[in-house]
């Protein structure tokens, strides 16, 4: 007897622990595609959404009186390939019990195969054991991922790339690196500086994309709040330091980098840059008076309302909107953009911000599309330098009458409010 399409779909969605979770269900005649947002990050998701021309599913997700949550999937999802969007972003135990019931409540509404997408994944910095009774958080919320029915789960910048060594299931693990080394204002006399040992092959990263030396802070930490510095590897002296990591929780770590650099002989222009800002506690309090030129990070989490003046948002939903068009197609993940493209322009997000910050990006986008190092110009001929010039200018020119036939995107770049996103 010939196979349904349901028993098709079911044979590869992997709910039974006895059954391989497979991923060939983009091929089954009419498979539709829906995404599903938690309460973490809604104004991501809807952006994801928009990208991939969808509309999010309609779904009830609130708290009882007594604290329980109550999930309820309002549509359709019948043998639909669903991801679901939420990031385990503080307060992060009622998040990760919202990803567990929207699985449980899309598995029981019939759908065909679930993914997880989860910009910033929750307990990563639990992923060993550092005292003999101590649990491993990132694996037991790894199995519970497994276990309400998940077939792939979609990351960012994991704090630990072997986490995916704690998974059954497929991971992919997305980076929005690139994203923020092309958000990042270097000058000739930069530094990136890893602001602990853990950052070192992030700091590495950066360096092979901005052509940058690299110094390293070596600290100790103290409390959970508070690190203490022992000392700083690299030539930071009279150099505008690039400080990177993958997240600012507390902001200690920075606050702490910083400090050391300032006491080591930097220039006072230090950037900051991270893809996951948590901003907990005395984050933000720590991070204003510091020296802080400019403060770049995604919206893998959703930013808080009282942010730094500095604060620029590198848009991600892009970068996921391509991850789930690929998962769903089952194409290679190697093929996944995780660069921002021309029209996803990189713009400093200041109330002062000039139209001229518009052209000098787009100025530099065409210099290395052409295979020059922007900050490397000046070493050219003067004859291939103008010549790169004037055709990037004029390559300029004709973007910017683009953007300003754009009136609704002209008006976001002339009022825009410290802490918007960067589309």
């Not at 000392?231 to 993958?246: C, L, N, Q």
Request: charged letters at 25%.
């Amino acid at each position: 007897m010939p196979r349904t399409r349901r028993a098709a779909a079911l044979e590869f969605s992997g709910w039974s622990c006895a059954q391989p979770q497979g991923t060939v269900l983009a091929h089954i005649t009419g498979v539709k595609l829906s995404v599903i947002s938690g309460s973490a990050n809604w104004g991501l998701a809807t952006s994801v959404a928009e990208a991939l021309g969808v509309a999010l599913c309609r779904r009830s997700v609130h708290r009882f009186a007594d604290g329980e949550l109550h999930v309820d999937i309002e549509e359709s999802v019948r043998e639909h390939d669903v991801y679901v969007v939420q990031p385990t972003s503080p307060p992060v135990d009622e998040h990760v019990m919202e990803v567990l019931f929207l699985a449980d409540a899309c598995r029981r509404a019939g759908a065909a195969r679930l993914t997880a997408i989860l910009p910033y994944f929750g307990y990563a910095r639990q992923d060993r054991r550092t005292s003999r009774r101590e649990a491993v958080g990132a694996r037991v919320i790894a199995d519970l991922i497994e276990a309400a029915g998940y077939a792939r789960l979609v990351a960012i910048d994991l704090h630990t790339p072997a986490i995916e060594g704690f998974f059954h299931i497929p991971l992919e693990h997305l980076s929005a690196v690139q994203r923020l080394a092309d958000a990042v204002r270097a000058t000739s006399d930069s530094v990136i500086v890893a602001p602990d040992l853990g950052a070192v092959k992030l700091a590495e990263r950066f360096r092979s994309l901005l052509h940058l030396p690299v110094a390293v802070v070596h600290k100790t930490r103290v409390t959970g709040t508070d690190v203490l510095i022992r000392s700083i590897i690299g030539d930071v002296k009279d150099r505008a330091p690039i400080v990177v990591d993958d997240m600012i929780s507390t902001g200690g770590t920075v606050e702490a980098a910083v400090k050391g650099l300032l006491e080591a002989g930097c220039k006072p222009e230090v950037s900051v840059v991270a893809t996951h800002a948590l901003f907990v506690g005395p984050a933000v309090k720590r991070l204003q008076p510091l020296p802080i030129r400019e403060l770049i990070v995604t919206n893998t989490v959703d930013i808080t309302p009282e942010l730094p003046a500095q604060l620029r948002v590198v848009d991600v939903a892009g970068m996921i909107a391509d991850a789930i068009s690929h998962l769903h197609r089952d194409q290679s993940s190697a093929t996944i953009s995780t660069r921002r493209t021309m029209s996803e322009p990189s713009l400093p997000i200041a109330p002062e911000a000039p139209l001229s910050q518009l052209e000098r990006a787009l100025i530099d986008d065409y210099v290395r599309a052409r295979g020059y190092d922007p900050l490397k110009l000046a070493d050219l001929p003067e004859a291939e330098r103008d010549g790169v010039l004037k055709d990037a200018s004029i390559y300029a020119s004709g973007k910017l009458t683009e953007v300003e036939s754009r009136s609704h995107f002209i008006e976001e770049i002339h009022d825009v409010a410290p802490g918007s996103i960067i589309p």
